[in-house]
């Protein structure tokens, strides 16, 4: 079985964030920071001000590689909730301060239905129906572990319930993913297209996994986008 889909749920309300990080001052909850080295910084908060700016120490002695012009991934734990924002350090000589620019809740979700922005470039093309070789693209609609939804023109294309289809998943720049699966349903869309419900089959760990983290680092990257 494949690990859970980390789903980003953004914290927005004031009085959440003060509580937060009022347990994260009162637990001493570790902070860590990666650098420009993609080394972890392990750090301790002192004190939170109303504008949610950190004042923390380094814990590890480690020197940090982080400039005062770019944005940074920061993370904590509190029981076995985890938490991600970004930040735009504030370097002094005995202290850091870290901005909260953005901050998210990570939770974990079996067999979910990711949802693909309409303006995103995910692609999902078909190249073998029951054996035989083919060369249809798809727009990709939603995707999970359990299978997908796409829509394709109807000019040249005929599809059946329960064909057989091989296809390679793509999302962005990020590598393919092959998967192979079996039409459980086919409806119009439009006047000139339909949508085919695809139901994944003997997908691999490997492929499993890939989908989960490319989903994963899908949602990060458009919540941040969103939020910077």
Known sequence: MS????????????????????????????????????RTVVMKVLSINNQFHLKC?????????????EN??????????????????????????LSVLGLFHLQRRKNFRYTMPSDYSAQFTIDTINAGPCNHMCKLLDLSTEGCAV???????????????????????????RVSGVIKNIRP??????????????????????IVHSISSLQRELYFRKAG
């Open 3 to 38: 690990e859970a889909l980390i789903i980003f749920k953004a914290i927005s309300s004031a009085a959440q964030k003060t509580a937060l990080f009022q347990k994260v001052l009162s637990t001493s909850t570790q902070i860590t920071v990666k650098d420009k080295y993609e």
């Open 57 to 69: 120490i380094s814990l590890d002695g480690t020197e940090l590689n982080l400039t005062q012009t």
């Open 72 to 97: 940074y991934l920061a993370s904590f734990t509190i029981g076995d909730e985890r938490y991600l924002f970004e930040t735009r350090p504030l370097i002094s000589d005995d202290n850091i301060t």
């Open 151 to 177: 829509e394709i023109g109807t000019p040249g294309v005929s599809f059946n319930l329960h064909d057989q289809v091989h296809a390679d998943v793509f999302l962005g720049d990020r590598p393919s993913i």
């Open 189 to 210: 869309h439009g006047m000139m297209s339909l949508v085919l419900g695809v139901e994944f089959n003997h997908l691999g760990q490997e492929s499993e996994d890939k």
